[in-house]
C-alpha cells in the first residue's frame, strides 16, 4: 500500500499575517500537525508554531497506543499537557505571555492501514472515498471559544473558561456533513477528547484542517460557502507529485477568486492518499 501526503497553510483576506502552521514529516511514519493561533492573543503565531514543533517530539508516544482506543483516550490529555508545558517553558525563556500559546492543535498520523487524529481546540477533517464522495466532520465550540491547551497550565484562566461558555456539558460540538443524508451534531463536554481514526480502505483520501475550511464566503453575495463544495475542490488532485496539496489549495484559490469566494480565515490543510 503505497502512501502519499502533504500539507500546506495559507492566510486570509481578515489577517494582516498568517497565524496557522503547517508541518509534515516521513519518520518515524508519515505524519501532518497543525495549529491555528487565536487572533485575539497576542503572538499566537509564535505559539502555533511552538506546539507543532514540540508535537512533532511526541508524535511516537501518540502512535504506541494506536490500536487501542481506551489507551488513546487516556494518553490524550496526557500528551496534551505535555506538549503545552514544553511550549510554556519556551515562551517564558522568550518572555512572552501565557496567552501566546492559545492555539488550536491538531496531531494526525499513518499507520499504513489508518489514520488516526488527535484535535485540542477546533478544526476539520474530511474524507473521500473511492467513488469521488466527500464528508466533513466539524469540531466547534460554543461562543466560538475553543479550549486551549494553554488553559490547562492556568487553573484561573480554566475557570474564566468555563464561566464564560456557558453550559460546560454541552459546549463542544461535532458537526456531520456528508453528501447523502442530512448533516447531524454530536454535542458532548467541553474538554472531552476529540479523536478518530479512518481506514485508507474505506477512505483512500483523508484531509485535516483547520477552522479555515468553512470560513469561505461569496463577497458579491455575502453568502458563506458550503464546507462540503470547498473540500470537493480542495481533495480534487490531479497529481500526487511533489507538493500536490500545496499546488491544489494555490490553484483552487484561484478558480474561487475568480468566482469572488475568499477564505476570511486562515487554512492549514493536510492530507494522506492511499494509491493501491
Known amino acids: ?24 514529516g516521513r519518520e518515524p511514519f508519515p505524519h501532518v ?18 506546539l507543532v514543533l514540540n508535537a512533532r517530539q511526541e508524535i511516537e508516544r501518540f502512535a504506541r497506543v494506536s490500536g487501542d482506543e481506551a489507551e488513546r483516550t487516556a494518553l490524550h490529555w496526557r500528551l496534551g499537557r505535555r506538549i503545552a508545558r514544553r511550549a510554556a517553558r519556551q515562551i517564558q525563556a522568550l518572555r512572552l505571555p501565557p496567552e ?8 494526525s498520523w499513518c499507520d499504513g492501514a489508518k489514520v488516526f487524529v488527535h484535535l485540542y481546540g477546533d478544526g476539520c477533517i474530511a474524507t473521500r472515498r473511492a467513488d469521488g464522495s466527500v464528508a466533513v466532520i466539524q469540531v466547534e465550540y460554543a461562543e466560538n471559544a475553543p479550549y ?6 492556568d487553573t484561573e484562566r480554566q475557570a474564566f473558561y468555563q464561566e464564560a461558555i456557558g453550559d460546560p456539558a454541552v459546549a463542544q460540538s461535532v458537526r456531520y456533513l456528508n453528501e447523502t443524508t442530512d448533516s447531524s451534531i454530536r454535542r458532548e463536554q467541553f474538554n472531552a477528547p476529540i479523536m478518530f481514526s479512518f481506514d485508507l480502505a474505506t477512505f483512500p483520501t483523508i ?5 479555515g475550511l468553512h470560513s469561505f464566503i461569496n463577497a458579491e453575495t455575502s453568502n458563506w460557502v458550503n ?7 480542495m481533495l480534487d488532485f490531479g497529481s500526487y507529485e511533489g507538493a500536490f496539496v500545496r499546488d491544489r489549495l494555490e490553484k483552487v484559490l484561484i478558480e474561487f477568486g475568480k468566482r469572488s469566494i475568499f477564505n476570511l480565515d486562515d487554512l492549514s490543510l493536510g492530507v494522506f492518499v492511499e494509491r493501491g
Do not use: P
Request: proline share 0%.
Open 33 to 50: 500537525i497543525l495549529a491555528d493561533g487565536c487572533s485575539a492573543s497576542l503572538n499566537s503565531d509564535v505559539g502555533a508554531r511552538l
Open 148 to 153: 486551549y491547551l494553554s488553559y490547562l497550565l
Open 207 to 211: 484531509a485535516v484542517a483547520t477552522d
Open 1 to 24: 500500500m503505497a502512501i502519499v501526503f502533504g500539507s500546506y497553510y495559507t492566510i486570509g483576506k481578515m489577517h494582516w499575517y498568517c497565524e496557522d502552521y503547517a508541518m509534515q
Open 227 to 233: 464546507s462540503l463544495e470547498v473540500t470537493r475542490a
Open 100 to 107: 501566546t500559546l492559545d492555539a488550536t492543535l491538531l496531531v
